[in-house]
């Protein structure tokens, strides 16, 4: 697929737009004009003229009811649109999930990652969380969390089908994890991390969290600015928990759990300091996926 009516190249920032489109066609998500800026997939910074311009000159892609999105690929934009009003109430129930969790002395931030934090959640989705903790306290966290979780009755538990609302903390690390994604240096890892929307921190663990991962300004120079709380956020520590924190616990329980884990482990990763819940990783075929898109568009790429 060519430039249909001049027969030039892609300027840069005309291949930046279409690649971050094609990214978001492999979910069929449109994006809104911000979020197209925010997550603008780019080798190099791209001013926000040469994007205006870019952008009208683009004849590949169709703006409705400002959503962007390709040409003929307009259905999308009916799909999310009819998503919003569930998204909403998903984010509301997860802010108040977290208002119970944070609670817990030893978390230092709770986000929301997956569909969820693309505003992109269906009504039988669940909400995924994010969750760092102090070092040396992830699985008397972890226990915690699963405890308050399950006394709610919101706890997602393991091959439940019927997930809708259901909370799965499917990633939890402690600070002295924060750079372990450079691991896997690519797009689909930056923008995992990318479109987090953080609910609660301490320390400004968030923005340590950005900073020890600012490699991904490689593939999203737009993301890490600086990121505020909509307001300061105000949490009692309930004591009861203080109990519980300490070398004791912490070694016994995680004992305990990664025995547990090794009945059922697939694709997890479970160390001292991480556990990551991603039995099934489409990472490596969304990166495939898209390097046969932008072959289609005649892009070449690193991605």
Known sequence: ???????????????????????????????????????LLSERKITQAAFDSGLKRLQQVVCIDGYYCLK?????????????????????????????????????????????????????????????????????????????????????????????????????????????????????????????VPLFERDDMYQRFLEANSWIRQFFPNVLQKVSFRKKQKFKEALFYRIFLNSFTEAALYILQTQWMKRHKTKEVVTKHLLAFHPNDYRIFILKKLRLKMRQFGLLTKF
């Open 1 to 39: 697929m060519v430039n249909s009516k001049r027969d030039l190249p892609f300027t840069p920032a005309e291949k930046a737009i279409i690649t971050t489109i094609l990214y978001s066609d492999i979910f069929s998500f449109p994006l809104t004009r911000d979020e197209l800026w925010k997550f």
């Open 72 to 196: 003929n690929r307009e259905r999308i934009i009916v799909r999310r649109q009819k998503n919003i009003a569930e998204s909403a109430y998903k984010m509301e129930r997860a802010h108040d999930v977290v208002k119970k969790l944070s609670a817990i002395p030893s978390i230092l931030f709770i986000g929301v990652s997956g569909g969820l934090a693309a505003g992109d959640a269906e009504k039988k989705d669940d909400i995924d969380l994010v969750v760092i903790t102090k070092k040396n306290t992830l699985f008397t966290t972890r226990f915690l969390v699963l405890c308050i979780l399950q006394r709610l009755g919101i706890r997602r538990k393991r091959n439940q089908k019927n997930a809708a609302d259901r909370i799965c903390v499917n990633l939890l690390f402690d600070e002295t994890a924060i750079g372990w994604f450079g691991q896997q240096i690519d797009v689909y890892t930056a923008r995992e991390i990318a479109q987090i």
